[in-house]
């Protein structure tokens, strides 16, 4: 399956390199809310999140034309984002220095966790970005908007059962997804009453 996306990346990258919007604007929609999920664990503030993953977007598509020299796309944009937000903090001043330093030092370590975190946050990218669009918007509302089951359904203009199928759906291949990530995945498996 993963040999499939990376084909299918490969492809979207060539048609975007040659100038087609429709490949900007379907990278955009398979990646931007996982990105903003991302972003937001870093700045907590889901306004900056969006407008810091499209300054990444923005960049992106003014450097269309080395498109095709990225290997793995997911990984290429949570590595920007993640930078992104960084620099975020550290302009504001809402890392110290030695925050900074630290953040710094963490980044040039190459321990087995930090490096996990990382494979772990792009093979999440990935995931979600697999998951059928109905599964993957419920599941977005509940773990990154925290709304309720009655309030998704009524979002979707779906039943509360529906709402539970479609979680159920999505939680099955995440877990098959990100099966050697467990301990992090544990998160995104809470029960929402």
Same mark, same amino acid.
């Given at each position: 399956?993963e040999?499939?996306?990376?084909?299918?990346d490969? /492809?979207?990258?060539?048609?975007?390199q040659?100038?087609q919007e429709k490949a900007?604007?379907?990278? /955009?929609?398979?990646?931007?809310?996982?990105?903003c999920?991302?972003?937001?664990?870093?700045?907590?503030?889901?306004?900056?999140s969006?407008?810091?993953?499209?300054?990444c977007?923005?960049?992106?598509?003014?450097?269309?034309?080395?498109a095709t020299t990225?290997?793995?796309l997911?990984?290429?944009?949570?590595?920007m984002?993640?930078n992104k937000?960084?620099?975020?903090l550290?302009?504001?001043?809402?890392?110290?220095?030695?925050?900074?330093a630290?953040?710094?030092?963490?980044d040039?370590?190459?321990?087995?966790s930090?490096?996990?975190?990382h494979?772990?946050?792009?093979?999440?990218?990935?995931?979600l970005?697999?998951?059928?669009?109905?599964?993957r918007?419920?599941f977005?509302?509940s773990?990154?908007?925290?709304?309720?089951?009655?309030?998704?359904?009524?979002k979707?203009g779906?039943s509360?059962?529906?709402?539970?199928?479609?979680?159920?759906?999505s939680?099955k291949?995440?877990?098959?997804?990100?099966?050697?990530?467990?301990?992090?995945l544990?998160f995104?498996?809470?029960?929402?009453?």
């Amino acid at each position: 399956m993963e040999e499939i996306r990376k084909d299918n990346d490969s /492809f979207v990258l060539l048609a975007l390199q040659e100038g087609q919007e429709k490949a900007y604007d379907y990278i /955009f929609r398979k990646y931007y809310k996982a990105l903003c999920a991302q972003a937001n664990a870093y700045v907590s503030d889901l306004d900056l999140s969006q407008s810091l993953v499209q300054d990444c977007f923005i960049r992106f598509w003014e450097k269309r034309h080395q498109a095709t020299t990225i290997d793995n796309l997911a990984s290429y944009f949570s590595f920007m984002v993640r930078n992104k937000c960084i620099d975020h903090l550290r302009k504001e001043h809402r890392l110290s220095p030695i925050e900074y330093a630290s953040v710094e030092e963490a980044d040039n370590q190459e321990s087995d966790s930090i490096l996990l975190s990382h494979e772990f946050e792009e093979k999440l990218i990935e995931a979600l970005s697999a998951l059928p669009e109905r599964c993957r918007t419920a599941f977005e509302y509940s773990r990154f908007e925290n709304l309720s089951y009655p309030e998704i359904a009524k979002k979707m203009g779906i039943s509360v059962k529906a709402v539970e199928a479609l979680m159920s759906r999505s939680l099955k291949v995440l877990r098959k997804e990100l099966k050697d990530y467990l301990p992090a995945l544990i998160f995104l498996c809470r029960i929402i009453p």
